[in-house]
């Protein structure tokens, strides 16, 4: 290519690699914490009991894996959609050193069970510093590279970029103020049912913004590129753009249903909740009549399937989640492991295949090559899969399970199943988790295989053809 | 003018800006303006050092990824866990711990449900009360002596909201002299659900006679039940267990000699300890006897009281020396 500059790809594989190792930690760290539900010997106190692990795992492949997929793939659109390199190639390089500081550190204060306990911002108060840090120097990176930009028009991903930026830093932010007790100890500023608001407000939209917006800005941008087809409707992405982001801020309360919350804010939640099925679907619709201009694709490209099936369990995500913020689904599955089968296809679905076909075409491309192999590609694509459908069809059949015997009443109005009764129940659906988790991890560790070998491959074709100039 | 905007790096974030931030505005900031979000009740008592450097145990040990601390006001929560939970109950949770998974039960009426003695033998061990509990041991805790500087510090921290939680130097080391974090947990959990008072069962009736008296095979269902549901405390023969729940078989009922008639029976297994006081007998201290009407039918909760009669005679006829050298 005739360029006066080059990317500075080095970087996007740096994060590429660092949010591949950290992956496989929030992974493996998953697995025994399944395990550890059904084998309470599994336990090992105190830096390895369920209560310090479970947020090792959600923090370590949120931010680790999903952050440090963010980064680079952010990086990859914007230079590219700019015709620009980074504005600032040795500050992204310095964010990749401290991006992997803060994790390793984040991942040591949490075994050492340094918790702000607010789900998805436990980390304590410093680390929280760091974090800000990090995130200014990125949006300084990725706003300074628009700035640049060669093309007048912003295509879609770069609103949905921009969103993210932005909305991370003030939830974020507001979220995690709190009064320092101790160089690792704070109080929320905020109190009771207030604290639960703020709480459910950054919650809610950690997933709107963590694992939502940035992964649609990835599928609109590789999915077209990938399978060579233009985008369906940019109307349409207009239409699903303002409306998700303005929809999803009303939406925390959905979490709170039939707390002390006061009950007109779980009606607002409830409400933007199910209103938000509209943006959500615009964009699966949106992904389908993108791909469906040619469906042979799905036969003829091997990356079509893993698009195709994100943004389907996207759309299910997001009809599933305002189901359950009705108040008489809530009833019987808040609290459940409903909630975590919920969960588990958004990231294990949506996420990840949106992010591993993303990568798959991001390698290739940075060594000017083709994938090392399509067929551990698809290997790779039926293993997440199945282990992601076991694992989450297994928690709602145990979430509905428990509801169900919680709710239990004898005919005289007295419960008919104690605690302990409801919760043996559980034991056979968690072994076919664990089960699940490790199909998924088998599937993911032929993912991470066939990333190095094709960088290998990328690396030793650079090693055969003499330097360009 | 419209398509503009998409040209614009520094515009379409501002736009993008204000519209995130309306919904932030009318759900999240404008709320913390109303007294309905900064509620408290009277009757809420603020922590004493040993009880937040329990909490902070708990925050440490993550026990809010498995257990709830809010009851929702349905019918079937009501009868499981006790009254609903009240706004005003959480002014000094900096953070709330309402959880969002119940892997184990939810503790917000957990305070007094229970003796503290049950509390230590139950983190030490849980399987020794349910033999397939999932939840790990926290014996470990005991000996890891708690640090006053540290918990004043902590307090210190809260008094910027609540002056009330001011701490004195000196009166928080005496506290703590001598405890460790088990001791600070399980005084935390005494603590859980104290501002709403317990709700109180109907009356007593001492008239109340057992419908299923002299009925075989209502001793052989009580039987059942009582390995069920009452044995992690009173042990497996009803005999006791020290410190945790007293013998049922001996002459003593709620500290007191002398037996009770069927309906006090029926009262304390149906509503619990609370109705020691119209019984007029002290019982243990801070004890401890969960209510059990929720749960049990009343022909179910006849049948424990028919095997335990049961029992009772059976002991009589026997005599019980070698059973008193046991208890010693």
Not at chain 2, 22 to 43: F, N, Q
Request: charged letters at 15%; hydrophobic letters at 50%; proline letters at 5%.
């Amino acid at each position: 290519m005739a360029s006066d500059y080059k990317y500075d790809d080095q970087t996007i594989q740096g994060f590429i690699l660092s949010s591949l190792v950290w992956g496989v930690v929030g992974i493996l760290v998953g697995l025994l914490i399944s395990v550890q539900l059904w084998a309470p010997a599994a336990n090992f106190a105190p830096y390895l009991t369920y209560g310090r692990l479970r947020v090792v795992h959600t923090n370590g492949l949120a931010f680790g894996l999903g952050l440090g997929v963010v980064f680079p793939l952010f990086f990859y659109i914007v230079t590219r959609l700019s015709g620009r390199p980074l504005a600032f190639p040795r500050l992204a390089r310095a964010q990749l050193w401290i991006f992997n500081v803060a994790i390793a550190a984040a991942a040591i204060s949490l075994f050492m069970g340094y918790t702000q306990s607010n789900e998805y911002a436990e980390l304590e108060w410093p680390l929280d510093v760091g974090v800000v840090i990090l995130w200014v120097i990125f949006a300084v990176n990725v706003f300074a590279t628009l700035l640049k930009r060669k093309d007048a028009q912003m295509y879609v991903s770069l609103w949905y970029i921009i969103a993210t930026v932005v909305a991370i830093a003030v939830l974020y932010i507001v979220n995690n103020l709190s009064i320092p007790a101790g160089l690792m100890k704070s109080y929320h500023l905020f109190a009771g049912v207030n604290s639960a608001n703020v709480e459910w407000w950054y919650g809610h939209n950690a997933v709107g913004f963590l694992f939502t917006t940035p992964f649609l800005a990835m599928f609109f941008y590789f999915m077209p590129k990938a399978l060579n087809l233009p985008l369906f409707s940019h109307r349409l992405s207009i239409l699903s753009f303002w409306s998700l982001v303005f929809g999803y801020l009303w939406t925390g309360a959905h979490h709170l249903v039939y707390t002390p919350v006061p009950d007109w804010l779980q009606t607002l939640g409830i409400v933007f909740t199910l209103f938000l099925i509209a943006p959500s679907w615009g964009s699966v619709i949106n992904g389908y009549y993108t791909v469906g201009a040619d469906w042979s694709k799905m036969k003829t490209n091997y990356l079509a399937k893993f698009f195709i099936l994100a943004i389907t369990f996207y759309g299910l995500q997001t009809v599933q989640g305002p189901t359950q913020s009705i108040r008489v689904i809530s009833q019987l599955i808040h609290a459940t492991d409903w909630v975590p089968g919920h969960v588990h296809m958004g990231t294990m679905g949506w996420v990840t295949l949106t992010a591993c076909a993303s990568i798959y075409y991001v390698i290739p491309k940075i060594y000017g090559t083709t994938i090392w192999s399509e067929k551990v590609a698809n290997i790779h694509f039926w293993l997440v899969l199945v282990g992601q459908l076991l694992f989450s069809v297994t928690m709602w059949i145990t979430g509905i399970q428990q509801g169900a015997m919680w709710k239990a009443t004898n005919a005289d109005g007295t419960l008919k199943y104690t605690f302990v009764e409801s919760l043996v129940k559980n034991y056979p659906y968690w072994h076919t988790r664990t089960l699940a988790g490790i199909i998924f991890t088998v599937g993911m560790l032929f993912f991470i295989y066939n990333v190095l070998m094709t960088i290998k491959k990328g690396k030793a074709l650079q090693a055969s053809t003499p330097a360009a100039a | 003018m419209a398509g503009e905007i998409y040209k614009k790096p520094m515009a379409l974030a501002a736009m993008a800006t204000v519209t995130i931030l309306i919904g932030s505005i009318a759900t999240m900031a404008y709320p913390m303006l109303r007294a309905d979000m900064h509620p408290k009740l009277d009757a809420l008592k603020p922590f004493t050092a040993l009880q937040l450097a329990g909490r902070d145990v708990y925050q440490r040990e993550g026990c809010n990824n498995c257990h709830t601390q809010v009851i929702r006001p349905l019918p079937t929560e009501v009868a499981r866990y006790g009254d609903f939970s009240k706004a005003g109950e959480f002014a000094y949770d900096h953070p709330f711990l309402w959880g969002s998974k119940r892997t184990g039960p939810d503790l917000a009426r957990e305070g007094g449900l229970r003796p503290d003695k049950w509390q230590y033998d139950h983190f030490a061990n849980p399987q020794a009360f349910f033999a397939r509990s999932n939840m790990p041991k926290y014996g470990w805790l005991k000996g890891r002596m708690l640090d006053a500087d540290e918990a004043t510090a902590h307090l210190a921290a809260l008094a910027t909201f609540h002056p009330e939680l001011k701490p004195d130097a000196a009166a928080v080391k005496a506290q703590l002299a001598g405890k460790d974090e088990l001791d600070a947990l399980v005084a935390y959990m005494q603590w859980l659900g104290h501002a709403v008072p317990r709700r109180q069962g109907g009356a007593v009736d001492l008239a109340l006679q057992n419908p299923l008296a002299g009925q075989v095979a209502a001793v052989v269902k009580g039987k059942a039940l009582f390995e069920e549901k009452c044995s992690a405390c009173h042990g497996d023969e009803a005999k006791g267990n020290e410190g945790v729940a007293p013998s049922l078989l001996d002459d003593v009922f709620l500290e007191a000699k002398g037996d009770l008639p069927d309906g006090a029976y029926f009262a304390l297994i149906a509503q619990g300890s609370d109705v020691k006081k119209a019984l007029e007998r002290p019982g243990y201290k801070d004890g401890g006897m969960p209510a059990f009407g929720g749960e049990l039918p009343k022909e179910d909760i006849w049948a424990i009281v028919s095997w335990l009669r049961n029992q009772k005679a059976h002991e009589a006829s026997e005599g019980h020396h070698d059973d008193k050298e046991e208890h010693k």
